[in-house]
């Protein structure tokens, strides 16, 4: 933890004042520039993992986003019919996933307990044992209005299920939680094993907050851009409102399964049952965590302070220390990343840093020095770029299994890596 932030003396004054008073409060932890400026636990709850409850829905946002990067799946703005192609579901064909992502499909949840805990006592009740297509044929009306719903959201998890061939456990084993220093969590799972995509993911609080750090990082872990900025922007800004009144405490417009408080998007959030909290504030290079007892007294209430508490309280803070925010000011040299995921199949991305406006070719050449693609060939703005290849050639011939060498020319600067295709 970094003990010499300079109001340290102020945030813990105003943490015991303002936080720690809530009773249902378990951790809160503050996260500034990377590093741990604050961490506390209370009611004897230490650093337990715990069910985060609906966070569970911004990790499962951010695993579909990694797949569509990847070109795992079809862009969500595709109709979801191209999700699902072996089921026969006529109301696939007027939406999208875009329209799942964001709450607004249409679904009316047939699934939806008479309390958030009753499928402990009547599992019946609980969406994630439902088959696919029973889920598919849920009554609905029409997509483009934000409805909360469990039992269509875990649509995504089946998304990513028939997409990758992999659980969204497992999926996240490999291009996830490794890099966040996340190992092998539970996470309640149901039809076809696949993972509740709402709910039921258990983390401790580091492990809950590291992915909104990742999101301020603007995707990077370490060396490696594991999520697009696009996905990012994507899904952390206003796609649809919630119908809450902007008051205290509200979050009245909604992401790809991210909470805003308003259309400018001034930070975002993962909101779990109860008071578990993932808020992101890019101006203020600043990651606030949260977790409560579900099953406390009005957990309902305890839930909106803690989010004013955290938006009006605790930032302000943090005004002094406005950063510059690395997504949009150029990097200060040349670079060519490793590609991820490596080795791969069937695509991959890497990506790239200009610190000027430059005239860039990316090639793919074989072992034997021949190219196989050409990439890019363009003039391109100073920043951070991505660059795919899904192991075709120039005449869009898959290649073979083997390993591949890619190089980047921009101005004076040169650079060569290797990535391995597997089959």
Request: proline residues 4%; contains cysteine; negative net charge.
């Amino acid at each position: 933890m970094n003990t010499d932030f300079s109001k340290s003396e102020e945030l813990e004054s105003l943490i015991e004042d303002r936080i720690a008073t809530l009773p249902n409060t378990l951790g809160f932890i503050v996260v500034h520039k990377g590093e741990i400026v604050s961490e506390n636990y209370y009611n004897s709850s230490e650093s337990n993992s715990i069910n985060v409850w609906s966070v569970t829905k911004s990790f499962i946002s951010t695993l579909i986003g990694q797949a569509v990067d990847m070109g795992m799946l079809h862009d969500p703005d595709s109709s979801a019919s191209y999700f699902f192609p072996d089921v026969s579901e006529s109301y696939l064909d007027t939406i999208t996933m875009h329209d799942v992502l964001t709450m607004s499909s249409g679904y009316v949840d047939q699934f939806i307990p008479s309390n958030p805990f009753t499928f402990f006592f009547d599992p019946s009740q609980w969406w994630a044992l439902n088959s696919t297509e029973t889920l598919l044929s849920m009554d609905h009306s029409e997509p483009g209005s934000f409805f909360y719903n469990n039992s269509a959201c875990h649509l995504n998890s089946h998304a990513l299920y028939y997409g990758t061939g992999l659980t969204p456990s497992d999926f996240a084993d490999i291009y996830l939680f490794p890099h966040l220093g996340i190992n092998n969590p539970n996470w309640e799972s149901g039809y076809l094993d696949i993972n509740d995509g709402s709910a039921m993911l258990s983390l401790t609080l580091r492990e809950m907050v590291k992915l909104g750090q990742l999101y301020l990082q603007n995707g990077y872990s370490g060396d490696n851009q594991i999520l697009s900025s696009d996905w990012i922007s994507r899904a952390t800004t206003s796609q649809v409102t919630t119908g809450e009144t902007e008051e205290y405490g509200s979050l009245s417009h909604y992401g790809y399964l991210w909470w805003l408080p308003n259309e400018e998007g001034s930070f975002y959030a993962a909101q779990g049952l109860g008071g578990q909290i993932i808020a992101v504030f890019p101006e203020y290079d600043l990651v606030v965590g949260a977790q409560s007892n579900a099953y406390g007294d009005d957990i309902f209430l305890h839930s909106r302070l803690l989010n004013y508490r955290i938006g009006d309280e605790i930032t302000p803070l943090f005004e002094d220390f406005v950063s510059n925010d690395q997504s949009i000011l150029p990097p200060n040299e040349f670079s060519l990343n490793q590609n991820y995921p490596n080795p791969f199949n069937p695509s991959t991305t890497f990506s790239y840093e200009l610190p000027e406006a430059s005239i860039v070719k990316i090639n793919v050449y074989d072992l034997m020095g021949r190219i196989v693609k050409s990439l890019v060939n363009s003039s391109m703005a100073a920043g951070y770029h991505l660059s795919k290849w899904d192991a075709t050639n120039d005449i869009g011939e898959v290649v073979s299994a083997g390993m591949y060498i890619y190089t980047i020319q921009a101005g004076e600067y040169r650079s060569t890596k290797k990535m391995v295709l597997l089959k």
